[in-house]
């Protein structure tokens, strides 16, 4: 009896386990995960990057908070759209649940969304936007990015205030009229395009005379934005007065180049995006001002939508969008008057 009654209990807590075990291997089946796809237009642009470790870190926060396994792999296209064409293709192969793109040429978009449509998975384009029409040839494609012309009018506003307090001390030869140059981002970009014209007509209607030296495309680059400055300093040694640039990055390469060629008096130069080192510059007054063109904001819309979309297929709620498309974060003035505040 006594050996017969071990067994049982042997054979129960055999059972036991063996339930236990399987209600285990149920529960983590039942786990939710989900893969996210980001490919990037380029590796050395700081401030996509920035936005590109604020997908990653968001992601990560908010699985954590929901209990949802996530998967998050990061591609670099070296610029080349055909390369990101493969990046797509490969990441729909994998089946991940959204892919995040940067994309590389935004007119050119129609394989990317011509895939993502053919296999059904959603596409968050961010930071370049694409052409509307295009992003109208799926129910499952959105943008997360910011308004240009805000940007543009915020750089006029502060070159405005800029001259209304130093107007004299601007204008190197007198002559009533501000000489500037322009360093642009990208031929054909838009943001180049409106970020441009915009600037230019908001100082304008502001009553300020402009005058043009040289308008020259960076790229992007801090490098490029040194080389090509530096060549028109070769020419108006004296002359240049106030620089615009499309960007933070090409604003930090105008002021390498003001500092090496040894100007005596240092041009009003003025930047997009908010980068920590252009708002030292800022602190330090060798640039007058920047659109913080927030990556941490950028970050956090995409990485919350990457998962609602994932999980119920659709943007959370509480994210309002633009025709059902179009998530844009405001750009805030950043100048003297405020730049301790966002310095880190």
């Known amino acids: 009896m ?31 995960s989900i893969k996210v796809g980001v490919t990037m237009y380029s590796e050395f642009d700081p401030f996509t990057e920035d936005i590109r470790h604020n997908i990653e870190d968001y992601l990560t926060e908010y699985g954590q908070k929901k209990d949802i396994d996530i ?14 064409n493969d990046q797509v293709e490969d990441f729909i192969e994998k089946n991940y649940d959204v892919i995040c793109v940067n994309i590389v040429d935004r007119t050119d978009a129609t394989v990317i969304i011509e895939k993502a449509k053919s296999a059904d ?19 499952k494609l959105y943008y ?26 601007v204008d190197l030869n007198q002559d009533g009229v501000i000489q500037y140059v322009m360093l642009e981002g990208e031929a054909g970009h ?6 441009s014209r915009v600037s230019v007509e908001t100082i304008v209607n502001g009553g300020v005379e402009l005058e043009r030296l040289g308008d020259e495309i960076a790229n992007w680059d801090r490098q ?4 090509k400055l530096t060549a028109l300093l070769q020419g108006y040694p004296r002359q240049i007065e106030l620089v615009i640039a499309n960007d933070d990055n090409m ?24 980068q920590q080192e252009a708002m030292e510059e800022i602190s330090n007054g060798n640039i007058i001002g ?30 309002k969008l633009d025709q059902d498309k179009y998530y844009y974060v405001p750009y805030v003035k950043i100048d003297r008057n405020n730049v301790e505040t966002y310095l880190k």
């Open 2 to 32: 006594l050996k017969r009654f071990c067994g049982l209990l042997l054979t129960l807590a055999i059972a036991t386990s063996f339930v236990g075990c399987k209600k285990e291997a149920l529960q983590e089946r039942d786990r939710l």
């Open 71 to 84: 998967t998050t792999t990061v591609v670099y296209s070296g610029k080349n759209q055909l390369v990101q």
């Open 121 to 139: 998975i959603p596409i968050i384009f961010f930071n370049r936007e694409v052409v509307e029409d295009d992003l109208n040839r799926f129910n």
């Open 144 to 169: 997360v990015g910011a308004k240009p012309e805000e940007s543009g009018q915020i750089q006029g506003e502060i070159v405005l205030s800029e001259l209304k307090t130093r107007f004299a001390d």
């Open 190 to 195: 838009q943001d180049s395009i409106v970020r």
């Open 224 to 227: 490029q934005a040194h080389t």
């Open 251 to 274: 604003a930090l390469g105008a002021v390498d180049a003001l500092k090496q060629f040894g100007v005596q008096t240092m041009p009003m130069v003025v930047g997009v995006n908010g």
């Open 290 to 319: 920047t659109a913080l063109n927030d990556a941490d904001a950028k970050g956090k819309i995409i990485a919350k939508m990457a998962i609602g979309i994932a999980v119920s297929g659709q943007v959370p709620k509480d994210i």
